[in-house]
């Protein structure tokens, strides 16, 4: 099988993983499996549990890292059950946790997964194919309401009220099946003229997709159960690809490494809140120039990463000051 998808900030990941030396590794994306067989290669004692809720995925990473079969399981499911995913292969904690959240290039570039505008296909959109929901299900069942706050929401696309009527006013001739007619249709009424140089379908195509895949949400628990299932020291790195998901990672390493949360103007604190990680990335690490050469996709990228602290470590020290 041919799946093409070159990992971004390929060196970064590797080199800031592997510093810390883990022995138990969840690459909770593993696509198709670049990042991991660098970590498997840098890495000669580590084990490495490999998810991802792609039926494709899973086949070229199975591929791909077959010289590596003694120290790897791959399993088909979602990031957010990687709790239970591990404990099912026995894993009570892992030493470090990678996630390379979105699409991969394989999904992108394949027109009857339905992900892009630049080539026809069905309106498709599932990261996992047994899913029920496809982005055609929702633009022929949602109210215009429902399509509306998925656009603006999901896209932060200025004309979803616009876009979403005129979604609800097609359907009710034909309903919608190619990503080539929903693409006329934004090309109609986004136009060129705004969006920073963004093709009109830019934003709904990725509103649709988050919908769809519940992308966000996924996200938000997914990242609590890493920090979960990390131990002491455990490193927790993350690649996104658009503000929406960066916004999510950020907000919640802040929080998490934050030693007080009581509003501003509270003399003293009462919260009761304990910093959990230690940042390791002030600002996100971006693709330098070099690698942007070989891989423009890698533009969108941001990694930021952090260390789980040894709390009750944590605890003890604080309360001896
Ligand atoms: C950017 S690719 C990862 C590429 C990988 N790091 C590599 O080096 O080949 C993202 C992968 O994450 C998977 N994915 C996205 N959201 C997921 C989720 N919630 N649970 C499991 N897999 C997910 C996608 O199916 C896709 O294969």
Not at 40 to 45: A, N
Not at 69 to 87: H, L, Y
Request: negative net charge.
């Amino acid at each position: 099988m041919t799946f093409s998808h070159i990992p971004v900030l390929f060196q970064q990941v590797i080199s800031l993983v592997a510093e810390h030396g883990p022995k138990r590794i969840i690459d909770a994306t593993i696509g198709g499996g670049g990042h991991a067989r660098g970590l498997l290669e840098r890495l000669p004692e580590a084990q490495l549990l490999g998810i991802d809720r792609d039926d494709t995925a899973i086949a070229a990473a199975s591929q791909n890292l077959e010289p590596f079969k003694d120290r790897v399981v791959i399993r088909k499911g979602v990031f957010s059950d990687m709790k239970a995913i591990a404990a099912a292969i026995g894993w009570d904690h892992a030493d470090a946790v990678l996630m390379d959240i979105g699409v991969s290039s394989h999904q992108i570039d394949t027109p009857e997964r339905g992900f892009s505008f630049r080539m026809d296909g069905p309106l498709d959109m599932r990261m996992n194919q047994e899913d029920t929901v496809t982005a055609a299900t929702l633009l022929n069942t949602a109210s215009q309401e429902e399509l509306e706050t998925i656009i603006r929401d999901y896209g932060e696309e200025f004309k979803a009220r616009l876009i979403a009527r005129e979604i609800v006013k097609r359907r009710e001739k034909k309903p919608w099946e190619t990503t080539g007619e929903l693409n006329q249709l934004l090309e109609k009424i986004v136009g060129f003229g705004h969006q920073h140089g963004l093709p009109p379908a830019t934003r709904t195509f990725q509103a649709l997709r988050i919908a769809v895949n519940h992308e966000l949400d996924e996200l938000t628990n997914a990242l609590k159960s890493a920090l979960e299932i990390l131990a002491p020291n455990g490193i927790l790195a993350v690649i996104t690809f658009h503000s929406l998901e960066d916004r999510i990672v950020k907000h919640f390493f802040q929080y998490e490494a934050a030693t007080c949360v009581c509003p501003p103007k509270m003399p003293i604190c009462t919260c009761g809140k304990k910093k959990t990680i230690d940042i390791l990335t002030r600002k996100p690490v971006t693709a330098d120039e070099e690698e942007l050469k070989t891989n423009p996709r890698a533009a969108c990228a941001k990694l930021r990463a952090a260390m789980k602290l040894d709390i009750e470590q944590t605890t003890a020290t604080s309360s001896k000051q």
